[in-house]
């Protein structure tokens, strides 16, 4: 530590009167309250930067612009300030001409996105015999991606963000569905778009408390603060006048990353280029990290490994691909040479498509030279091929293992003939067996870390029997009693109710620290037949997070299982005022009103609900049960019949039919 930096913790820490950033030219804040700003002692780091306290405030970009408009106006062209944005056909890179659909044949829908005038839509049809069966169409939102590789397409109802299932991939101008809607998964309207997802492809939006995908604001790209951290302090002591001599000193209002050592500049970037399953560490949420840190101290990433999958790599996997290169390497074992990291070569501010290859070349130059005596090997013919570019040669452009339709720079610079043969994905790279799960942000994550992992990875990416055995592997070494809610995790996941109930009846303690564990409970009990106790997890959960409307809708099931008919109505009817789309909400009011014989209701809600989702059988055998009430056996016959073409081997339309079929016999 300096002895410039050991003064300014003295100072702070012992007098808290005024802040001094310099030894020599440094002007004394006067009127820039640093210690009504900083309370968070712990914000006083190593670094010594001033926002990196928890109660520092974002002022957003446009607050930046006011003094560094010339910064600004060459980052809002780059990937990151065009990462986010409203679907307009200026934000947009889709290309919609010609009428392009894509098909699910898993679920037999087609999409068709177009605009209307300046509005993005999509349509989801089914057709039968060239003629449409099925519509509905729903507007789109926002759009994800700086068109560079893709644009993603999101939809906001009523303050849910959920995703749309239709990517345009721009490189190859490819119509698609999104990563993980493929293969029997395409969910349509209803994947939810939480804080994790946000805080790597835009700005912090403000997210309504007690929810997982509902928001107040959302803004629009990746702002400065993200690799510089909140701003107001910086603003404050810039109006104050209080302004530092660059070229001597550092202003420790704000993190400049230049400034930051060269492992915790890569760090800035990798808090978003190394992505995977994201474990957050305990009281930690994806909000929490801020340049200069670690981004270990808020989550570690996980991602699969398998034998020989060397160039099997993911789509953002740069920061770690780069530390494999021997240029990496080798700049941080010498001591005369300046470590590699991000901005080596890149340039925040600006974006790599309007920086030269000249600019790139000569960031390799800088090493690969005559002086050095470390130059290219390789035939002049070869060089020309490749217009002496060295990066055709040495970072191989190649596909992404998790994103279809991409072309992306490895970034493990090296010597390989890769660059001679075709651009293909690395899935088409063939690998071992499954090794496991690799931590990308930690060598050495601890038991508690790693069993979550795994329960997380098969929760959402992989449901392999061998990844739970491996979350109980590292469970077992862990104390019931102060795990308590990865174990109830952990068996409500083996889908072993009893042990999820008896876990937490065997427990001194009562209480359980997140919504979905309550959930957890709640629903192992509902899987039990004990509703009255479901309905207490339920509320717990939802005392948390009142705006799940999927806690709604299962505690609303509950209170329906007992006869608490109002009670069910008042969760239901609070979902569709959320999302007057949740079918099974529909559905469940539908039955209520079945169940009350007001026919005329039932059947609204029942058509509603087969609007959105005709495949929905329980609301198709409700309404079924609407012909039957009415005394319209014959068309209920139809109307079943129909049915069991579309669903040959359910017990309950065959039940349902045979007997109305009876009851026609007997008249």
Not at 133 to 157: A, I, K, M, P, W
Not at 555 to 569: H, M, N, Q
């Amino acid at each position: 530590m300096s002895r410039k930096t050991k003064y300014f913790l003295f100072s702070y820490l012992l007098f808290a009167i005024v802040v001094v950033f310099g030894l020599i030219a440094a002007k004394p804040f006067q009127s820039f309250k640093v210690k009504e700003q900083v309370t968070n002692e712990r914000a006083l780091n190593k670094l010594g930067y001033l926002n990196l306290a928890g109660n520092v405030k974002y002022v957003g970009m446009l607050k930046c612009k006011e003094c560094h408009d010339d910064i600004y106006q060459t980052y809002i062209r780059t990937g990151m300030g065009k990462s986010w944005g409203l679907a307009n056909p200026f934000k947009s890179s889709a290309d919609f001409s010609g009428g392009k659909e894509i098909y699910d044949k898993k679920t037999d829908y087609f999409y068709r996105p177009y605009w209307d005038g300046n509005i993005m839509k999509v349509e989801e049809y089914r057709k039968q015999d060239g003629i449409k069966v099925f519509s509905r169409t729903e507007t789109v939102d926002y759009v994800v991606g700086s068109g560079q590789h893709t644009n993603s397409h999101l939809q906001l109802r009523n303050g849910y963000l959920t995703q749309v299932p239709f990517t345009y991939y721009t490189q190859l101008g490819i119509l698609d569905f999104p990563p993980g809607f493929e293969d029997g998964h395409n969910v349509r309207f209803t994947r939810k778009i939480g804080f994790e997802c946000v805080s790597c492809h835009n700005s912090y939006p403000v997210p309504v408390q007690g929810s997982i995908n509902k928001y107040n604001s959302i803004p629009l790209g990746i702002n400065c603060e993200r690799c510089h951290g909140p701003g107001e302090l910086h603003v404050r002591a810039m109006k104050s006048g209080e302004f530092v001599d660059m070229k001597k000193d550092i202003d420790y209002t704000i993190v400049n990353p230049r400034k930051l050592p060269s492992d915790l500049q890569v760090e800035v970037c990798s808090r978003c280029h190394n992505q995977g399953n994201a474990v957050l560490k305990e009281g930690k949420t994806f909000f929490d990290y801020k340049p200069g840190m670690r981004v270990t101290e808020v989550f570690d990433v996980f991602r699969e490994r398998y034998q020989n999958d060397e160039d099997a790599f993911w789509m953002e996997t740069h920061p770690e691909r780069m530390k494999r290169s021997k240029c990496y390497i080798f700049s941080h074992n010498n001591p005369d040479m300046d470590p590699m990291n991000c901005s080596t070569c890149h340039i925040a501010h600006i974006s790599f498509k309007e920086t030269s290859i000249d600019a790139f070349k000569a960031k390799c130059l800088n090493c690969h030279n005559p002086r050095t005596a470390v130059v290219c090997t390789e035939t002049m013919a070869n060089r020309q091929s490749q217009d002496d570019n060295c990066m055709k040669c040495h970072m191989v452009k190649s596909g992404a293992f998790d994103i279809p339709h991409v072309i992306i720079s490895d970034h493990d610079i090296r010597i390989t003939n890769k660059w001679k043969g075709p651009i293909r994905s690395t899935k088409e790279i063939p690998t071992g067996s499954f090794l496991g799960l690799k931590c990308m942000s930690n060598n050495k994550p601890d038991k508690l870390i790693l069993a979550r992992a795994f329960i997380l990875h098969y929760e959402k990416f992989n449901a392999l029997p061998a990844i739970l055995d491996s979350a109980y592997h590292y469970l077992s070494g862990l104390d019931k009693e102060l795990y308590l809610e990865d174990w109830i995790h952990y068996f409500y996941l083996k889908g072993n109710s009893i042990a999820v109930t008896q876990m937490l009846e065997g427990a001194k303690r009562k209480y359980l620290k997140s919504a979905v564990n309550y959930y957890h409970v709640g629903q192992s009990y509902a899987n039990l037949g004990v509703h009255s106790k479901a309905i207490y997890y339920f509320s717990k959960a939802l005392d948390m997070e009142p705006y799940n409307l999927e806690y709604h809708n299962k505690l609303g099931t509950s209170y329906l299982a007992l006869s608490r008919y109002d009670e069910a109505k008042k969760q239901f009817e609070y979902v569709i005022m959320q999302d007057p789309e949740m079918t099974i909400a529909l559905n469940n009011l539908g039955f209520i009103c079945l169940l009350r014989n007001d026919l005329l209701n039932a059947e609204n809600y029942f058509s509603k609900a087969l609007s959105v989702d005709p495949d929905y059988l329980s609301a198709e055998l409700n309404f079924a049960k609407i012909f039957i009430a009415k005394g319209r056996l014959e068309e209920a016959r139809f109307y079943l019949t129909g049915l069991l073409k579309k669903h040959p081997a359910d017990k309950q339309v065959n039940q349902m039919l045979d007997l109305v079929i009876r009851e026609l016999t007997n008249r």
